[in-house]
């Protein structure tokens, strides 16, 4: 199957730091990729569209300027977490969907951020 | 936006058991997919399933987008098939924006 690949696996930063996590697809190109957030024992939610080559969309209640949202090539988006609060930790999950018309979504290996 | 329920929320099975997971969605879905989150956090794709019935090995998944619900079939579980199960959907056609289910969380016993 399809490969989005993600990175940082997991990362721990200070309260008010700002976190960049890539998105990749690694054999396919991708105009639009998305992004979801894991809490503990909870299901997915998605958090915004991104989409190549303009703004991302954002879900309702998701924060654009807290959640900065850049996909400027085919293969890659990146999801930066400004000024990080202990609120902010999560498993934060990317996926990009392949084929024609109503496609099958792959995921990244998911990013859990820990802010102390 | 629909919305996606799972059930059981919860399943102890002992190692060579077979289990059936249901996915409900409150209105027509044409993208419907099962996936798999191991320990670790990553979401292996199973199925995708908008209609109609698929096998892979020990797995199978039916879907009956009249009746809006899907089903996934593990038989002879093995103790790496634990994990949580989410089926995830989106009303319309080439729209690949899923809305998750509330997952089932499988525990094999060996």
């Known amino acids: 199957g399809a490969v989005v690949s993600q990175h940082p696996s997991w990362v721990i930063c200070k309260s008010g730091t700002s976190v960049k996590i890539e998105c990749r697809s690694l054999?396919?190109?991708?105009?639009?990729m998305f992004w979801y957030r894991q809490f503990p024992k909870q299901s997915l939610m998605l958090m915004a569209t991104?989409?190549?080559?303009?703004?991302?969309?954002?879900e309702q209640g998701v924060e654009k300027d807290k959640f900065l949202i850049n996909h400027a090539s085919l293969t890659l988006s990146t999801l930066t977490v400004t000024s990080a609060h202990p609120e902010d930790s999560s498993f934060y999950i990317c996926?990009?969907?392949?084929?024609?018309?109503?496609?099958?979504?792959?995921f990244g290996e998911g990013s859990r951020l820990t802010v102390l | 936006g629909i919305q996606v329920e799972q059930s059981p929320p919860d399943l102890i099975l002992q190692e060579g058991a077979n289990s059936t997971l249901r996915c409900n969605f409150s209105?027509?879905?044409?993208?419907l997919q099962w996936f798999h989150q191991n320990p670790w956090g990553q979401l292996i794709n199973l199925f995708y399933?908008?209609?109609g019935t698929k096998q892979n090995g020990r797995l199978s998944a039916t879907t009956v987008a009249t009746e809006r619900y899907s089903l996934l079939y593990i038989s002879s579980s093995q103790t790496t098939d634990s994990g949580v199960y989410f089926c995830?959907?989106?009303?319309?056609?080439?729209?690949?924006?899923?809305?998750f289910g509330t997952g089932t969380r499988l525990t094999i016993i060996p």
């Open positions: 996926s990009a969907p392949v084929g024609s018309g109503a496609s099958e979504l792959f």
């Open positions: 054999d396919f190109q991708a105009t639009t």
């Open positions: 991104s989409n190549e080559g303009s703004k991302a969309t954002y």
């Open positions: 209105d027509s879905v044409n993208n």
């Open positions: 399933i908008p209609s």
């Open positions: 995830a959907g989106s009303p319309n056609f080439g729209n690949e924006k899923l809305t």
